[in-house]
């Protein structure tokens, strides 16, 4: 099984990268990319928790890419499955790399999500699946060269998904003082009236390590690279960099005992 599960991640990995790579004509560029993280998982009920997230990506040399404030509410519907029916981001985009777009359009962002966990001999596998509506900030030029902003008019539909695999090394599970290594891949795919690129437009691939402070704070870092299609099919980005990952958990179930 655990052969199986390496040579499905690794036919994913490589059937990707053959379809973002398979374009000649589109013009490419390869960019530094360092990207930071910090989750919340707020348990309030057996069932409810509460995401709260902060993303904080630049490129380069620490340009301003993207920032993100995330929310949600996750819904355990069994040991294993959970879902977020209804969640929210806003993003804060800014012009960067070789690459940079006209204008800065920020976005507005609502978001479903099912995941699904399960162990597989000693690999702990998620399986996220997410469904995105996008709205974004859209600018025109007028004639004689005044910038408009038109609101957040452009409208987008995302899914992405997500399979990610850790594996304890001095432990049979991630429990606290537990190192592990993790492994993901996530593809994107995006359609709407400005899209006309209708082939998977975004790839993430991450390898790195992982440490459980205790039980509510741990950290993942590692190697990260982003391939990333524009909406007209035409460039694409090769970002190449490092991600840093903190959680922070809190059980309010437990706390309020």
């Given at each position: 099984?655990v052969?199986?599960?390496?040579?499905?991640?690794?036919?994913?990995?490589?059937?990707?990268?053959?379809?973002?790579?398979?374009?000649?004509?589109?013009?490419k560029?390869?960019?530094?990319i360092?990207?930071?993280?910090?989750?919340?998982?707020?348990?309030?009920?057996?069932?409810?928790?509460?995401?709260?997230?902060?993303?904080?990506?630049?490129?380069?040399?620490?340009?301003?890419?993207?920032?993100?404030a995330?929310?949600?509410?996750?819904v355990?519907?069994?040991?294993?499955?959970?879902?977020?029916?209804?969640?929210?981001?806003?993003?804060?985009?800014?012009?960067?790399?070789?690459?940079?777009?006209?204008?800065?359009?920020?976005?507005?962002?609502?978001?479903?999500?099912?995941?699904?966990?399960?162990?597989?001999?000693?690999?702990?596998?998620?399986?996220?699946?997410?469904l995105?509506?996008?709205?974004?900030?859209?600018?025109?030029?007028?004639?004689?060269?005044?910038?408009?902003?038109?609101g957040?008019?452009?409208?987008?539909?995302?899914?992405?998904?997500r399979?990610m695999?850790?594996?304890?090394?001095?432990?049979?599970?991630?429990?606290?003082?537990?190192?592990y290594?993790?492994?993901?891949?996530?593809?994107?795919?995006?359609?709407?009236?400005?899209?006309?690129?209708?082939?998977?437009?975004?790839?993430?691939?991450?390898?790195?390590?992982?440490?459980?402070?205790?039980?509510k704070?741990?950290?993942?870092?590692?190697?990260?690279?982003?391939?990333?299609?524009?909406?007209?099919?035409?460039?694409?980005?090769?970002?190449?960099?490092f991600l840093?990952?903190?959680?922070?958990?809190?059980?309010?179930?437990?706390?309020?005992?």
């Amino acid at each position: 099984m655990v052969r199986l599960a390496s040579s499905l991640l690794l036919t994913l990995v490589l059937s990707l990268q053959a379809v973002f790579a398979q374009s000649n004509e589109r013009e490419k560029v390869t960019q530094a990319i360092q990207w930071f993280a910090i989750t919340s998982n707020i348990k309030m009920t057996e069932r409810l928790s509460l995401l709260l997230e902060g993303q904080f990506r630049y490129a380069d040399d620490f340009d301003p890419q993207q920032y993100q404030a995330r929310t949600a509410l996750d819904v355990k519907l069994t040991k294993n499955l959970s879902i977020a029916p209804l969640a929210y981001v806003y993003t804060w985009n800014y012009k960067y790399g070789k690459q940079p777009a006209l204008f800065e359009n920020n976005e507005h962002r609502i978001w479903q999500q099912v995941s699904y966990k399960h162990d597989l001999k000693r690999f702990k596998v998620d399986h996220r699946l997410r469904l995105e509506e996008r709205f974004i900030q859209h600018h025109s030029v007028m004639s004689d060269g005044t910038i408009v902003d038109d609101g957040y008019t452009n409208n987008q539909t995302r899914i992405r998904y997500r399979l990610m695999a850790k594996l304890p090394i001095n432990s049979s599970k991630i429990d606290v003082g537990t190192y592990y290594a993790a492994f993901y891949d996530e593809v994107f795919f995006s359609w709407g009236e400005n899209v006309t690129y209708n082939k998977p437009d975004q790839n993430r691939i991450f390898a790195g390590l992982g440490y459980q402070f205790n039980d509510k704070l741990g950290m993942i870092g590692g190697f990260l690279n982003q391939t990333l299609v524009k909406s007209n099919g035409t460039k694409q980005e090769n970002n190449i960099g490092f991600l840093i990952h903190f959680t922070y958990n809190v059980d309010l179930t437990r706390d309020n005992q």
